[in-house]
């Protein structure tokens, strides 16, 4: 286990502090893409923020605290979000990210029409291409994190991302190594 997180298990308030101001961030811009419902997402974030400290002296039995804390984030906004749309498909139960524009944010020297391009070929992506596509190039996260954040194998993993990497090449007409660059710098 890293430092921030056994300093945590430790109950320093300084190391909880950083941690969560961090993924804070990182898990509201994540559960937006989910729901534009903020209430919903923050309400999510705060009771599994709250959970780490509550529950710190167990997080020196978690290999990866930082992959674990974001699919029990994902797992739940989404029960959160089932709670509220009892109605609605099964389908819809799990919702789809949604990579708005607003999303890809691309360094200034890259062309609009280059944005336009990601996000069109980005969109092309089925909801779990775009979600692992999402927390691999855009969170950092690791194909071992990505699996754990997404419930599935670390294989599946890499065949997903391999899947959309190969589709969003064959969308924008660009070498690998320049897709992949532009995915890094896109925030």
């Known amino acids: 286990m890293n430092t921030p997180w056994k300093n945590i298990a430790e109950g320093q308030r ?29 309400d999510a974030i705060q009771e599994v923020l709250l959970s780490i400290w509550v529950d710190r002296r167990q997080l020196t039995g978690i290999a990866n605290p930082e992959a674990y804390f974001f699919s029990s984030f994902r797992n739940n906004l989404f029960r959160k979000l089932k709670a509220l749309s009892k109605q609605l498909p099964a389908e819809m139960i799990e919702p789809e990210p949604e990579f708005a524009r607003d999303a890809i944010l691309i360094d200034q020297e890259i062309h609009h029409e280059l944005r336009a391009r990601l996000q069109k070929a980005l ?26 954040a997404l419930g599935i194998t670390t294989k599946a993993t890499y065949k997903i991302v391999a899947r959309a990497l190969l589709e969003l090449k064959g969308n924008m007409s660009l070498p690998l190594t320049v897709l992949l660059a532009l995915l890094r710098h896109a925030h």
Do not use: M
Request: charged share 30%; no cysteine; hydrophobic share 35%.
């Open 14 to 42: 300084d190391a909880y502090s950083k941690v969560y101001l961090l993924l804070y961030t990182r898990f509201y811009n994540y559960g937006l893409k989910f729901t534009p419902d903020e209430t919903v997402v923050e």
């Open 123 to 148: 969109d092309s992506l089925t909801a779990r291409q775009r979600e692992a596509i999402f927390l691999r190039f855009y969170e950092g996260l690791s194909y071992e994190d990505v699996a754990e």
